[in-house]
């Protein structure tokens, strides 16, 4: 267990839908991380927050948004879902915002898009 | 542009046996590569992080080297177990890049009885 906390596991819906992941960091880590891996593909990196802020991009859709609350859980949004968003969605988070700091993953939550 | 190559894709061996998984990678300015474990369905887990001045790096039975010249990493197995069964995954990462990590497409590794 890594200590990171993500609900739900698991999520079913429609195209054109909307919905929320969330994650709790590690106690103690301010950074947290979001990572897209669909079928059969590797994970890209999608946002890091550090502290409430938002620290890098790297291929988040513009459907999708996120952020990080004061009690530094963060929240995925992903909006006018597609078909091609079905993936596992994963957090993770660090004590540090540098790259050289150990990322800790969660569990995944796996979105299906029908 | 970033780019990290890993080899084989998959790859099949016989418990007790060892193997050996590459990664090529072009990012740059380099600052440094972790290898990962990827239990199917489950989030990744770090095996070992290497910077720049590191060329070998061990946990158990996995052993880690780095060669920054030829921007070549290899990670190899010892006496595999069937708990060996995963993906394996290169990421690097470059510095003053915005802390994006670059990862490779992993390698899957099947250990048989």
């Known amino acids: 267990d890594s200590g990171v906390t993500q609900t739900p596991k698991h999520l079913i819906t429609a195209t054109g839908q909307r919905v929320t992941l969330r994650c709790s960091p590690r106690s103690g880590d301010l950074s947290v991380y979001w990572y897209q891996q669909s079928l059969d593909q590797g994970l890209q990196f999608l946002i890091q927050?550090?502290?409430?802020?938002?620290?890098a991009k790297g291929n988040i859709l513009e459907r999708f948004s996120a952020q990080q609350f004061p009690d530094l859980h963060s929240e995925l949004n992903l909006s006018s879902l597609e078909l091609g968003d079905s993936a596992l969605y994963f957090c993770a988070s660090s004590v540090g915002e540098g790259s050289t700091y150990e990322q800790y993953f969660g569990p995944g939550t796996r979105l299906t898009v029908t | 542009k970033n780019q990290v190559e890993q080899s084989p894709q998959s790859l099949i061996i016989l418990e007790g046996k060892n193997c050996t998984l590459q990664c090529n990678y072009t990012v740059s300015p380099f600052s440094n590569l972790r290898w990962y474990k990827q239990d199917t369905g489950r989030g990744p887990v770090s095996l070992t992080i290497?910077?720049?001045?590191?060329n070998t790096k061990s946990n158990g039975r996995y052993t880690a080297t780095l060669d920054a010249d030829t921007k070549q990493s290899s990670l190899h197995i010892t006496a595999s177990q069937l708990s060996d069964s995963a993906s394996y995954i290169c990421?690097?990462?470059?510095?003053?890049?915005?802390?994006?990590?670059?990862f490779g497409g992993g390698t899957r590794v099947l250990v048989k009885p």
């Open positions: 927050y550090y502290n409430g802020e938002e620290r």
């Open positions: 990421v690097v990462s470059a510095r003053a890049a915005g802390n994006k990590l670059t």
């Open positions: 290497m910077t720049f001045s590191e």
